[in-house]
């Protein structure tokens, strides 16, 4: 692996095998391993306006099919976030996307299953990297999914931004006769930075002009001020 100021000159998997490419993908994740850590490509949360940043999910079995077994998934406010119902075919999904500044992972698990009524499946709970990074296209890697960036999921976003990825890869390399160079990095970094905050400004309108204001929570987002949110994101919202 390189230092910060170079590109990646190959990869060494755990056996020691080393390969070699013009053009690195990196999806690790929100690890970003390639991008972040050997890069150094600088990460921005946004959790100073969506500060949901943890979840905790657990499955529930049908009671009644044909009147939980509807075709779109159900967003419910809760205390401390969201939470999220989403029927498939043998069973439910459901989750309570929360912000841990307040509320605690046990606290959050206990309110699922409270509002669930399951008391037995076992639950998983997840931590999110909410943020983007300053560029997603660096050197000679391309980051594809949360190894890019990621939004709290209120809107689903998170296959959009990787098969966009894929899109702006395979179309301007189509134009470009397969060669990854530097005006191809800048129209994809581009193109994902707008469509990025464009996503953040949306989602947090969802919570901005809801009409709970009953928890700390809710009132921290609504105190907010314009000035308090970045300019890149007003000016989508007030396109909307």
């Given at each position: 692996f390189p230092s910060h100021d170079s590109a990646i000159?190959?990869?060494?998997?755990?056996?020691?095998?080393?390969?070699s490419a013009d053009l690195y993908l990196d999806c690790s994740g929100f690890a970003s391993i390639l991008l972040e850590k050997k890069l150094g490509v600088e990460f921005t949360s946004v959790t100073d306006i969506l500060p949901c940043d943890r979840a905790v999910a657990l499955p529930t079995q049908y009671k009644d099919p044909e009147k939980?077994?509807?075709p779109f998934t159900r967003s419910t406010a809760m205390p401390a976030g969201w939470r999220w119902t989403i029927p498939i075919f043998s069973r439910i999904g459901n989750g309570y996307v929360y912000s841990s500044k307040f509320i605690s992972q046990e606290e959050a698990e206990a309110a699922l299953r409270e509002a669930t009524g399951e008391y037995e499946a076992k639950a998983n709970h997840l931590t999110m990297k909410c943020g983007i990074h300053n560029v997603v296209a660096h050197k000679n890697v391309l980051a594809v999914g949360l190894s890019a960036g990621f939004v709290e999921p209120l809107e689903a976003t998170g296959i959009t931004f990787t098969t966009k990825a894929v899109e702006l890869l395979t179309v301007g390399l189509n134009k470009t006769n397969g060669i990854w160079n530097t005006p191809l990095r800048s129209e994809i970094n581009r193109v994902y930075d707008t469509m990025f905050w464009e996503i953040v400004a949306f989602v947090w309108i969802h919570y901005r002009y809801s009409t709970k204001n009953d928890t700390p929570f809710w009132n921290s987002i609504h105190s907010q001020n314009e000035e308090d949110v970045p300019e890149k994101v007003m000016e989508y919202v007030k396109k909307f």
């Open positions: 000159p190959a990869l060494v998997d755990s056996s020691g095998n080393k390969f939980e077994c509807f």
